[in-house]
């Protein structure tokens, strides 16, 4: 796990769990903008398979397993997305 991830976890379920409306400070508003200009270029499907995995307060490995299961592909195109999405956040935010 790159030193980065936690973070960019962070900011992916500030975007699930909030509207965006309420953030108190900027960089929480910086952090939400961020995470949804990226997650929303995504297709539809993906974001889907993103939500299951993000949205549910579980460890994420065992998320990734459940939507693994319940969309019916492997364990390892679903890290994939997801590791796509957090290397395109940490990019976009300056974390690499």
Do not use: C
Request: no cysteine; charged share 25%.
């Amino acid at each position: 796990m790159s030193y980065y991830n936690s973070y960019v976890n962070h900011m992916m379920r500030l975007y699930y769990k909030t509207d965006g409306k309420d953030l108190r400070t900027d960089i929480n508003k910086l952090n939400y903008n961020i995470a949804k200009r990226v997650i929303e270029s995504f297709p539809t499907y993906e974001q889907a398979i993103l939500t299951d995995i993000l949205l549910p307060d579980k460890p994420i490995h065992k998320n990734v397993e459940n939507v693994s299961i319940e969309y019916n592909i492997l364990e390892d195109a679903v890290w994939d997305l997801l590791n796509e999405v957090t290397n395109k956040i940490a990019k976009e935010r300056g974390l690499i």
